[in-house]
């Protein structure tokens, strides 16, 4: 039966009696969190081992041992904490879940400040490679990458082993810095169902552009621009590509895909052949072409088709010469370039 506020005893027997009842926290606190915590304080007062009669003293020991415990138990079953050799974060909600992993909001206490985390934890751990994969992918962009481009990737915290208390089961977790007022490209194509204009598409493409060919110039391929894994901020036109854990070096094969995908990869993918710079160029084709539907004009149709042929040869490779191509285009389509200002519906689906 589980405890609620009104249950709280008042007297150091009726302590003692519901501690002597209790074979689990939820026996002794209740669900509210303040209201557990209030439990627990006038809990330790009636049962603390110096306010007890001498006679009772021995007992009392054990008593207020055993509280403690129960006390952790509730703390650690209501906020699970994750510790590493550099930090503890305590878990909080589940933000999205994802083909490969669920993403946990987190924080941890560093130099006196309590910091915001995001922990992608493997839905399996035979998916503990991709997660390294991943972390692999992040630390060389940090270190080879341009400096000036770091944005364009989640920056990570760190990435470790944890093994569940419970089931013995080892995972690995990459901790994240968390990113606040973005939205995924599937998203966008859900709030614009019809397509999106091409000249707001048009700072999201070149942007994406960027991304690639940071990343290509560091030596890796992304292997997985998809809809859900190019993240856009609109106020601030910002864009971040996530989910490195498909990626790989350059000339080595994309390690999975995603199945509900499996059309729009190129066939060196599907065929298991060596990914190169031409391979995120059509799956950004791709997306991009998903996200402006039917209003993409000819002439930018022309330019996708050309990005997306079978033959990977054939396809463009240099993602900052394609960028000099896509704005030659823009301009011819749109004339000189200005800002326009991009929102999200207030509510979309």
Not at 14 to 24: G, I, K, Q, S, V
Not at 104 to 118: K, S
Request: contains cysteine.
């Amino acid at each position: 039966m589980t405890s609620t506020a009104a249950d709280a005893p008042r007297t150091r027997a009726a302590a003692r009696t519901a501690l002597a009842a209790a074979r689990r926290p939820a026996d002794l606190f209740p669900a509210d969190d303040s209201e557990a915590a209030g439990t627990y304080r006038r809990l330790a007062r009636l049962l603390h081992p110096d306010t007890a009669p001498a006679a009772e003293r021995p007992d009392a020991e054990v008593e207020f041992t055993r509280l403690g415990t129960l006390w952790q138990q509730r703390t650690a079953a209501a906020h699970p904490t994750l510790t590493t050799r550099r930090r503890t974060y305590t878990l909080g909600a589940t933000t999205a879940t994802g083909d490969l992993a669920v993403l946990r909001a987190a924080t941890y206490e560093q130099d006196g400040t309590r910091h915001d985390a995001l922990l992608k934890i493997p839905r399996t751990a035979g998916d503990n490679d991709l997660l390294e994969r991943e972390a692999q992918a992040l630390n060389r962009l940090a270190r080879h990458g341009e400096r000036r481009h770091r944005g364009y990737a989640p920056r990570l915290l760190e990435s470790f082993r944890h093994r569940a208390p419970d089931t013995g089961i080892e995972r690995r977790v990459n901790a994240l810095v968390p990113l606040a007022g973005f939205h995924s490209l599937a998203e966008v194509h859900a709030a614009y169902p019809d397509g999106l204009d091409p000249r707001d598409a048009a700072w999201m493409w070149r942007r994406l552009l960027v991304a690639l060919g940071w990343a290509h110039r560091a030596g890796r391929v992304h292997g997985a621009v998809l809809p859900e894994h190019v993240l856009i901020h609109p106020e601030l036109h910002g864009l971040v590509l996530v989910d490195w854990c498909y990626s790989t070096p350059l000339g080595d094969r994309v390690p999975a895909l995603v199945e509900r995908h499996r059309d729009a990869y190129p066939p060196e993918v599907t065929g298991r052949c060596p990914a190169t710079e031409a391979t995120d160029i059509h799956l950004a084709s791709r997306t991009m072409a998903a996200v402006m539907g039917e209003r993409t004009p000819q002439p930018m149709r022309a330019f996708l088709r050309g990005c997306t042929l079978r033959a990977q040869a054939r396809r463009p490779h240099d993602a900052w010469r394609l960028l000099a191509e896509l704005d030659q285009l823009l301009d011819d389509l749109y004339g000189p370039r200005t800002f326009r200002p991009f929102t999200m519906p207030a509510r979309h689906p």
